[in-house]
């Protein structure tokens, strides 16, 4: 087990000063301030929401390192508060130890923080810091959010695994005709209909569909439905009543069921976040799986994250992988 660099004060000073240009832009309080190995801290992030910071961490670390570390947070960035995420890489583990352990509703320093409002691209966000492991916003996803607002004027959107909706939000700022915002939690969804209100749009809860997503897609296809866009971003594993998904394993058959749904000349935006999957393998999964619907679609854009405050290292490629895919 790697122990924390010394200078670690230095170290996290050098990573916020390396996020000027998001610093200094008024239109976005929102993104990662520390990206692990890349920013000189292995296994751990840190992610700024306004002037909240939360901190995961990606291997045990002793209760001094924890300290050490969130004394170094503090005193390098004076947030107002800090979050702290223990996030075990095996999924088994995390059932397996009480939720409060690796997700403290409490701050770990600083004041309370039950929620505030943080921003993205001019947009407003719901944050719950304390709020189990997932607070409200996956900062990775700001690029392609953005690419979404600026192509969807006049276009349906599915927003498939929307969680709370930024993706939904993003496409009615930039003009879609409708969009469809589909997840498994009726609770996160909720949360996806308040982001919507706070940025003055209205809310249909036939927009808002709780449920297995495989299910409805079965359903909407053999309604005719269709969309424009379809934007894809499973969790890397998931289990619901019905079904079990691995992104790994499962992709090409969430592929196929979202291409028959896509308008012809629409697109499939596919994204993974899971490490250690290929791009390469990854688009192949969403072309064969687009293969299997029936139809006929080639890859026209690939984004991600942002490099700016989700650096990689050298040789590397980033955890999140986005394919464009539009289909005939």
Known sequence: ???????LVDLLRASRARRGPLLADSATSAFR???????????????????????????????????????????????????????????????????????PESAARGEPVEDFVAKENGLSFHIHPGQGLSVGLYLDMRDTRAWLQAQASGLTVLNLFAYTCAFGVAATAGGAKRVLNMDASRRVLEWGEENARLNGQAVDRYDYVAG????????????????????????????????????????????EAAAKVVAPRGRLVACCNLAGLPSRRFEAMVLEGVTRAGRNGKTVGSLGPSGLDFPTPPGEEPALKVHVVQLR
């Open 33 to 103: 301030l520390l990206n692990g190995a890349a920013d000189g801290v292995p296994d751990v992030t840190a992610d700024l929401f306004g002037d909240v910071v939360v901190v995961s961490l990606y291997r045990d670390l002793t209760d001094a390192e924890e300290v050490t570390l969130l004394d170094a947070a503090v005193a390098a960035w004076t947030p107002r508060s800090v979050y702290l995420k223990r996030r075990p890489r095996e999924a088994r583990v995390l059932a397996n130890v009480a939720k409060d352990a690796l997700a």
């Open 212 to 255: 297995d997503v495989f299910d409805w897609l079965g359903r909407l296809a053999k309604k005719g439905e269709s969309f424009d866009v379809v934007v894809a971003d499973p969790p890397s594993f998931s289990t619901t009543k019905t079904t079990r998904f691995s992104a790994a394993r499962d992709y090409a058959r969430l592929a």
């Open 1 to 7: 087990m790697s122990a924390l660099p010394p200078r």
